[in-house]
């Protein structure tokens, strides 16, 4: 490998999937409430609820539901080489200088394209070319067609699930920023961040 171009990544605004988590939780608690109240939903309405995600394409959701399908994993702020003449992707566990190791969340979300002008936003017509996003970003399993892992938030409505599972870097990176040149990330390839994290 002699040509390499770094590529980094990221779908989301925290900010936002926290709000949507929280209403996701109040939609179940009055969807429970009503319930219980005579002539409220019955057993069979609750049944046959379906959330967003397993009614909606991606590009029909709005920018809430959207940026809610987020973990917060962090797999796709760690910088990858491609190789320029076979097109292999090689991963490492050097994270981007802005990523927060123990959030695994973006250190300065809003203003990060001053400090990191390579960082792609993630949108629904941009998947389909991205074929090194994580095997367990909902935003590609969505887009391939399945589900949502059991540990995501928005099912178990708790931010801290995918860390729980073990399928977050929490504690598994370095920062670029410790590094004396970007080639240096070449020195930590990790094979292993490409295995499939979705059963946790
Ligand atoms: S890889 Fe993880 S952090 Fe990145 S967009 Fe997908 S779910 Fe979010
Ligand atoms: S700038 Fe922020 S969102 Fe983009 S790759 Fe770095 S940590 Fe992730």
């Known amino acids: 490998m002699d040509t390499v171009r770094r590529l980094t990544m990221t779908g989301r605004t925290h900010d936002l999937r926290l709000i ?15 319930a219980s109240r005579p002539g409220g939903f019955g057993n069979e309405r609750l049944r046959n609820f379906r959330p967003f ?13 959207w940026e809610s399908l987020c973990d917060g994993c962090g797999l796709c702020c760690l910088i ?8 292999e992707v090689i991963p490492t566990r ?4 802005l990523l ?3 959030t695994c ?22 998947i389909d070319k991205l074929p090194w996003m994580p095997r367990s970003c909902a935003y590609r399993r969505l887009h391939e067609g399945k589900d949502l892992p059991a540990w995501h ?48």
Request: proline share 5%.
């Open 100 to 102: 927060d190791q123990i």
């Open 53 to 65: 995600w397993e009614t909606k394409r991606l590009h029909e959701m709005n920018a809430r539901e």
């Open 105 to 126: 969340r973006c250190k300065d979300y809003a203003n990060r394209k001053a400090t990191v002008p390579d960082c792609i936003k993630l949108d629904p017509y941009n």
């Open 94 to 97: 050097v994270s981007c200088q």
């Open 80 to 87: 990858r080489f491609e190789d320029e003449e076979t097109s």
């Open 153 to 200: 938030p928005l099912r178990t409505g708790d931010p801290e699930s995918p860390h729980a599972a073990g399928v977050t870097v929490r504690g598994q990176t370095i920062s670029e920023a410790v590094l004396a040149e970007p080639e240096d990330a070449l020195d930590f390839i990790a094979f292993d961040l490409l295995a499939d994290r979705s059963e946790g």
């Open 20 to 34: 949507c988590t929280i209403t996701a939780v109040l939609g179940r608690a009055v969807l429970g409430r009503a």
